[in-house]
């Protein structure tokens, strides 16, 4: 991780970083992460299929029935499938493995590549402008990122369905949701991995 995490720091450096403002989750998670909390008002209809949700892909179905409402629904969506992943393993995610995360609270993030820099986006509740690569940080990609010579990584996906992954312990960084493609280059051959949200 820290190979891959310096080399992307490294990336910031060089072309510019501009940081830019923008589920059943178990009570526990919701009062370690206060961003799971909803807000006073939500729609009844809204608060009981998010409530009756038990899994990050029944979420997903909660957004795909309310598009309007990723606010509320993708911070959650993220932070199941981050416990699902704790729980169960990443089974047949894409990993990008042999990482070491950095010490400190994981975060969340937007990165958006652009030809001479990257822009940090602040676009859900809980989210700050400040690249993390420590466990549990949560990095939503827009564009094209290379991650030294070993992976390019390009996101695809609208606002509620960003290329995301997920930096966990012994794991390295695991693919959490969203719509892009990895190119992983080993032995002189590109093998691409498509990933697609459900939308």
Known sequence: MKRLAHALGFALIAIGLSPV?????????????????????VDRTLKSEIDAATSSAE????????PGDGQLIVPRIEALAVEEI???????????PGLEPDEGQGNSVTLQAGSDRITLLTEFPGDTARVRFSDGSVHRFIGRFPFADVVTIFGEGDQNHRLTF????????????GLGRAVTSADGKDTTTQFRSRQ
Request: aromatic share 4%; no cysteine.
């Open 166 to 177: 997920v930096v966990l312990d012994e794991l390295g960084m695991v693919y959490l949701r």
């Open 59 to 66: 979420l997903e179905d909660v957004l795909v029935r309310h």
């Open 21 to 41: 403002a923008g589920a059943v989750v178990s009570q526990s998670s919701a009062q370690r992460d206060p961003r799971l909390a909803l807000p006073p008002v």
């Open 86 to 96: 704790r729980k169960d393993g990443p089974g047949d995610r894409f990993v990008i």
